[in-house]
C-alpha cells in the first residue's frame, strides 16, 4: 500500500489564545484536582497531541474511508493501519488524559480533554469513535457501576485492550427509545440472560482490542412498559473469567455491518444478544430500572463529544479550503476585471471567495469557543466542588445548558462548513482527490446519532431553559448582560455591542414567549419553533464569546508589533467578531418575531395533500 498522507491542519494559536487568554485555565491548575497541571503542561500537550495525530491517524483518514470494515468469520476487520495506531494511541496516553489517575488517566482539565478530542477527531473522525465509545461507556461504569464491576472492566476498557459500546437503537425503538423489545431474565446466580438485536452500534465489533463490552439497555421480565422499565446491562462480547483471563464466547453476535454515506472507517453494527440463549449480562450499579437515567448521563457526555466532532471537521474543511484558496489561481482581479492581459491571481482575493472564508472561520472559531466555555464551566465546577456550593450549581447549570448547543450547532457547523468549503474548491472539491468531500459526508451523520438535532433542541426548550427554576437561562442571559454593559463604549465595538444588546434582548422576548406556550397549552406551537430556537440561541452565544474574543484583542493589539504573527491573529479575531455582529446577529430580532408568529401549517395541512401518489 502506498504511503498514505496527513491532510489534516489545526491552528494551535487559536487554542493557545482560548487556554490562556480568554478562558484563563492557569486560574484553576496547580491546586485540586489539577495540582499536577501547570501553563507549561498544557502548552506541551498542545504540540505534542498535534505531531500525533498528524503522524499516526491523519493519514489513515482517507485510507479507512476507501476500505471500510469488513466481517470475515464473524467478526469485523478494520482498515489496515487501524490496529497500529490504536495501540500507539493508547500507549501514548492522549485518549485517557483527562480521566481520573486512579484509573490509568492523568487528571487533565476538560479544556485539555476538548482540545486532545478535537485533534483526533479532526485527523480522523472514523478511527477516534471508537476510542470514545469506549471511553465514555468506562466512564458510565465508573459514575454508577460496583466496586467490583469497576475493578473489572474499566482498567482495561482505559487502556485500549477492551473496547466499550453504547447499546439503544432497535429495528423499531429508534428515537423512541422506551419502545424497546430487548429482553432480559433474571438468573439464580445473580446474573442476567440478554436477549434482543440492537442496530447502528457503532464499534459493535473490531479487531482492534480483545473483548467489547456493552452497554445494553433492555427490559427485565414483569417490567413496566415505557423509559421506566429499562435496565442496563454489562454484557461483554466473550465472558471474564474470575481472574480477569478471558473464557468462552457470551453469544453476541454480528450479523451484518450497515454500507453508509460516511465515516466507512467505524463499523456500524447489527448485533444480536442471546440467540441461543447463552447471552449473560450484570446490571449497571446492582440495581434494576436505572437504564435510562445511567444511560444518558454516557448521552450528556456523547452529545457535547459529537458537538467536538462536528466542530474538527469544520475546522479541518475550513482550512482546507483556505489552503487551496491561497494557491489556486483563477481569474484576475476584480479591480483589474477589463484588463485582458491582467495577472491571474489566488482564487483568495475575490470577494465572494474571502466572504465564504471569513464565514467559515467565524462559525468554526465561535463554536470551538462555545465547546471551550462549557469545558471551562465543567473544570470551575470541579474546582469548587465541595467548596463552594453556589458556584459549583452555577457552573453545572451552564455545562447542562450549553450542551445542547454544543451538540446541534456544533454538528450544524459541520455539515454547513464542509459543503461550503467544497463550494470554495469548485469542481475539484468535488473529487476524492481532496478532503473536503470527505468531511461533507462524514459530517452528516453528527446531526443525527446522540440523539437528532431536534432532539437537542426540543430538550433544550423542555428542560434545560426551565431547569433550577429557570435559574441557569437566567444566569446565561446576565453574563451577556454584563460584557454589554462593560464593552458598549468600546470605540471600535460599539456597533457590534450594540447588535449583540439587540440580539439579547429578542432571545429574552422568545423564552418568555415559548413560556407562554407551555403554560397556555399550545403544546403543538413547541416542536415548531424548538429548532430555530436552539439556532437563534447558540448564534447568541457565539456572538458574545467572538466579541469577547475581539475585546481581549483590541487589548494585545497596541502592544504587538506588525511584523509579530500575533498582530494578524488578533486582527483577525477583531474582523471575525464583527462580521458575526454584523451578518448574523443583525438578523436574530426578525427570526425572533418570526418565531413568535408562529406558522402552523405544517400541522394544518392535510397529510393527502402532501402528495397525489
Known amino acids: 500500500m502506498a504511503q498514505a498522507m496527513n491532510r489534516y491542519r489545526a491552528d494551535l494559536r487559536d487554542f493557545r489564545f482560548l487556554f490562556f487568554e480568554q478562558f484563563e485555565l ?20 498542545l504540540d505534542e497531541v498535534y505531531r500525533f495525530v498528524c503522524d499516526a491517524i491523519g493519514p489513515l483518514n482517507a485510507t479507512g474511508d476507501e476500505q471500510g470494515c469488513r466481517i470475515e468469520e464473524g467478526r469485523v476487520i478494520t482498515p489496515d493501519g487501524f490496529k497500529g495506531a490504536w495501540d500507539k494511541l493508547w500507549e501514548a496516553g492522549w485518549r485517557t488524559i483527562a480521566a481520573p489517575s486512579r484509573w490509568g488517566g492523568q487528571d487533565a482539565p476538560s479544556m485539555v480533554g476538548s482540545f486532545v478530542e478535537e485533534m483526533l477527531c479532526g485527523a480522523n473522525t472514523a478511527f477516534t469513535m471508537y476510542t470514545g465509545l469506549s471511553l465514555s461507556a468506562a466512564e458510565l461504569i465508573l459514575e454508577f457501576g460496583t466496586e467490583e464491576q469497576k475493578k473489572k472492566y474499566v482498567p482495561k476498557m482505559l ?14 425503538a429508534g428515537s423512541d427509545v ?59 462480547r466473550v465472558r471474564i473469567n474470575e481472574d480477569g483471563t478471558l473464557g468462552e464466547s457470551n453469544d453476541v453476535t454480528v450479523p451484518s455491518i450497515e454500507h453508509k454515506m460516511g465515516i466507512n472507517g467505524s463499523a456500524t453494527c447489527v448485533m444480536n444478544f442471546g440467540d441461543e440463549d447463552g447471552c ?38 475550513y482550512l482546507s479550503a483556505l489552503e487551496y484558496a491561497r494557491e489556486r489561481k483563477q481569474g484576475a482581479s476584480v479591480k483589474k476585471l477589463k484588463d485582458a492581459n491582467a495577472p491571474r491571481v489566488p482564487i483568495l482575493e475575490h470577494p465572494n471567495i474571502r466572504r465564504d472564508l471569513l464565514s467559515m472561520k467565524a462559525r468554526v472559531e465561535g463554536v470551538r469557543a462555545l465547546v471551550m466555555k462549557l469545558s471551562n464551566h465543567g473544570d470551575r465546577m470541579r474546582a469548587t466542588q465541595g467548596k463552594d456550593d ?86 446565561f442571559l446576565t453574563d451577556i448582560q454584563k460584557f454589554i ?57 457565539v456572538g458574545w464569546l467572538l466579541l469577547d474574543q475581539a475585546s481581549i484583542a483590541l487589548k494585545k493589539l497596541p502592544e504587538t508589533s506588525e511584523t509579530h504573527p500575533d498582530h494578524a491573529f488578533y486582527t483577525g479575531k477583531k474582523f471575525t467578531a464583527q462580521f458575526f455582529a454584523n451578518n448574523v446577529l443583525t438578523t436574530l430580532p426578525s427570526r425572533v418575531k418570526r418565531l413568535s408568529a408562529i406558522d402552523t401549517l405544517p400541522v394544518e395541512i392535510p397529510d393527502e395533500a402532501f402528495a397525489t401518489i
Open 280 to 317: 449473560l449480562g450484570e446490571v449497571v450499579g446492582g440495581v434494576e430500572h436505572q437504564g435510562i437515567r445511567q444511560m444518558f448521563h454516557m448521552m450528556n457526555a456523547a452529545r457535547i463529544g459529537v458537538g467536538i466532532q462536528g466542530l474538527a471537521v469544520a475546522s479541518a474543511a
Open 159 to 172: 487502556s485500549g485492550e477492551w473496547t466499550g459500546t453504547m447499546c439503544l437503537t432497535e429495528p423499531h
Open 26 to 45: 492557569q486560574s484553576v491548575l496547580g491546586k485540586e484536582p489539577y495540582a499536577e497541571w501547570g501553563s507549561d503542561e498544557c502548552d506541551m500537550v
Open 390 to 475: 453556589e458556584s459549583e450549581a452555577y457552573h453545572k447549570g451552564q455545562v447542562d445548558l450549553l450542551t445542547p448547543l454544543v451538540k446541534a450547532y456544533g454538528t450544524d457547523a459541520a455539515f454547513e462548513v464542509s459543503s461550503r468549503a467544497i463550494q470554495v474548491y469548485g469542481g475539484h472539491g468535488y473529487l476524492k482527490d481532496y478532503p473536503v468531500e470527505q468531511y461533507c459526508r462524514d459530517s452528516k451523520i453528527f446531526q443525527i446519532y446522540e440523539g437528532t438535532n431536534f432532539i437537542q433542541s426540543m430538550d433544550l426548550v423542555s428542560r434545560k431553559l426551565g431547569q433550577a427554576g429557570g435559574a441557569n437561562t437566567q444566569a
Open 485 to 541: 454593559n462593560e464593552n458598549k463604549d468600546t470605540p471600535e465595538l460599539e456597533e457590534a455591542v450594540g447588535h449583540l444588546q439587540n440580539a439579547h434582548e429578542a432571545l429574552a422576548a422568545s423564552v418568555t414567549q415559548l413560556i407562554g406556550w407551555f403554560k397556555g397549552g399550545k403544546l403543538e406551537h413547541i416542536p415548531l419553533a424548538a429548532e430555530d430556537f436552539l439556532v437563534i440561541m447558540s448564534e447568541l452565544a
Open 178 to 236: 422506551g419502545s424497546a423489545s430487548s429482553a432480559a431474565r433474571r438468573n439464580d446466580d445473580g446474573t442476567y440472560s440478554v436477549q434482543g438485536t440492537k442496530i447502528f452500534i457503532s464499534g459493535g465489533d473490531n479487531d482492534l482490542g480483545d473483548n467489547v463490552i456493552h452497554l445494553v439497555l433492555a427490559r427485565i421480565e414483569g417490567a413496566e412498559a415505557g423509559t421506566k422499565g429499562l435496565s442496563l446491562f454489562i454484557v461483554p
